[in-house]
């Protein structure tokens, strides 16, 4: 049974810092397409990042240049670094997991098989 576990949230300031991890167990992180997804309340959930099995990073506008999407050296957790953060990037942060390498449309969440309970991040100004 595949579980995908996130760590690493919580409250900062903005402009503050905090790094999101994803352990996986019964699943392969190393090969897999994986994405982070936030969803704040009243709003739809929506792609942040994504990390193709070719390391190859895709960011939704509003996080470019702020955050960022890797695994570490073993390939066994997923981070997302996020920094210069704002109270826009309020939610609740989701770690999802495809059975493929490479998918269509890496920003999409139909596309991922595999979700974590997910883990709050609070910005506030």
């Known amino acids: 049974q595949v579980q995908l576990v996130e760590s690493g949230g919580g409250s900062v300031q903005a402009d503050g810092s905090l790094r999101l991890a994803c352990g996986a167990s019964?699943?392969?992180?190393?090969?897999?397409?994986m994405a982070w997804f936030r969803q704040a309340p009243g709003k739809e959930r929506e792609g942040v990042a994504a990390l193709n099995g070719d390391e190859i990073a895709t960011y939704v506008d509003s996080v470019k240049g702020r955050f960022t999407i890797s695994r570490d050296n073993a390939k066994t957790t997923l981070f997302l670094q996020m920094n210069s953060l704002k109270p826009a990037d309020t939610a609740m942060y989701y770690c999802?997991?495809?059975?493929?390498?490479?998918?269509?449309?890496?920003?999409?969440?139909?596309?991922?098989?595999?979700w974590g309970q997910g883990i709050q991040v609070t910005v506030s100004s």
């Open positions: 019964g699943y392969t992180i190393s090969t897999r397409c």
């Open positions: 999802a997991g495809s059975q493929w390498r490479l998918v269509p449309n890496p920003m999409d969440d139909h596309e991922y098989n595999y």
